[in-house]
């Protein structure tokens, strides 16, 4: 059984938790930071960032560096001057954890015109880690974690004809597509780094189910529904588990997928997840995928 105190020391290590304000994200930041890591908590509204360092220091005392950054990834030039700004301080990224996500929204366009889940939760992501590559080149062992989700499997391919809100809104199969789009960008990022001979590891988790944030658009009486459902329903730590795993655990490998290991991957402890569908593995589908995404945010990934 894998838990934060397996983590192993940190002190030097560079982090970046998107949307490390709340949740599996705080818990993600909180974590590494007590191990002695440079972490910055990257998350769209300042108050919030602010007030979740500041509980970080109370209630985890002394770590490494903490630092806060505005990032809304629902806004591509927003991303680029995070980027930018990151760039300005730090010369090297260990751990990126691309964590921050929407799920269930009013239908809603990013910034770029994009479904707000597929925007944010893969678009947004695409393009910091593209941004951020350089100095995840930099660091002696980079590793790229990307949170995905077991709503990945409810959809059976990416409708490419509507990542623009062009159809009716439904937002359980938009949610389950920017997460399928995120586990195939972990496996496709993969692909490329190793074929360019990359040192840096692309790796993928998924929480299980964590009471959090995530599930403010669900009405009071369906989620109770839902809660009693899954039967346990985790605390936000235990579903940053799989993620810090992913972040910090030597024995990892490029292209692995890690998720709780209780009944149908809800609940408990990292190990590589089972779910697996033939979209998420489909070369064609990810090369067509990462295709739309370079050139509709204008970004190259420089190997
Ligand atoms: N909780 C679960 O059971 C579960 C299950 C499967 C997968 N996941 C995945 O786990 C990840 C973390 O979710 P969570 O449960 O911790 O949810 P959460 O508590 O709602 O946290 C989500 C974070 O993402 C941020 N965010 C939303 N839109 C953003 C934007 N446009 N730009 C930047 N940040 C933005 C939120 O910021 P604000 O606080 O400002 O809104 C918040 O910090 C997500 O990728 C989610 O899909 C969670």
Redesign the pocket.
Known sequence: MWTRDNIPDLTGKIAVV?????????ETAKALYEKGADVTI????ER?AAAAAQKIRQESGDGGRLDIAI?????LDQIETFAEQFKATYKQLDILV??????IPPPSL?DDGFE?QF???FI?HFALTAHLLPLLLAAPAGRVVT?????ATLVTGIDFDNLRLEKPYDEWRE?AT??LA?IIFTYELDRRLKAADCPILSLAA???????????HIPGEILTGLFNHYKT??E?WQ?ALPSLFAATAPAVMGGEFYGPDGEQEYARYPVLSKHSTPAMKNPELATQLWEYAQSATGLKFQF
């Open positions: 998107t949307g490390a304000n709340t949740g599996i994200g705080y990257a998350a769209r509204n919030k990032l809304d990834l629902a806004s691309n964590n921050a996500g929407v799920m990013t707000m925007g944010v939760n947004g949170l995905t989700s077991g709503a949610y920017s997460k995120d998924h929480p299980g189910v964590a009471r959090t944030d995530l599930q403010r329903v985790m936000p579903g």
